[in-house]
Nanobody
Framework: QVNLVESGGGAVQTGESLRLSCVVS????????MAWFRQAPGKEREFVAA????????YYSDDVKGRFTISRDNSKNMLYLQMNSLQPEDSAVYSC???????????????????WGQGTQVTVSS
């Protein structure tokens, strides 16, 4: 069993930054792939970014590439999402997710991830 708990959400103005954190507990060593997803009201959950445990390689959706940075600290069992230049369309509930193995072509599918946090709200006002 793996437990994920997010924090760091809040309300900011356009152009400001936030850093989300996700603490991972349980069988953390088996969680090779970790990711952030977001879901806005009335919209489907969408992929934001992912990172592989062993290689540290990262992947981003086109919407956030260049503005968001995903990172992880394996020694602390932490996952982060640094969000810069926030826009109103970034407003959503952000959730971290993890799985033992996710193939590259399935990184963006929420069905690829076995464990999920409860989410943290990010609100960006203009």
């Amino acid at each position: 069993q793996v437990n994920l708990v997010e924090s760091g959400g809040g309300a900011v103005q356009t152009g400001e930054s936030l850093r989300l954190s996700c603490v991972v507990s349980g069988r953390t060593s088996r969680q090779d792939t970790m990711a952030w997803f977001r879901q806005a009201p009335g919209k489907e959950r969408e992929f934001v970014a992912a990172i592989f445990r062993n290689t540290g390689r990262t992947y981003y959706s086109d919407d956030v590439k260049g503005r968001f940075t995903i990172s992880r600290d394996n020694s602390k069992n932490m996952l982060y999402l640094q969000m810069n230049s926030l826009q109103p369309e970034d407003s959503a509930v952000y959730s971290c997710a993890s799985s033992s193995t996710v193939i590259l072509s399935s990184l963006g599918s929420h069905e690829s991830y076995a464990y999920w946090g409860q989410g943290t709200q990010v609100t960006v006002s203009s």
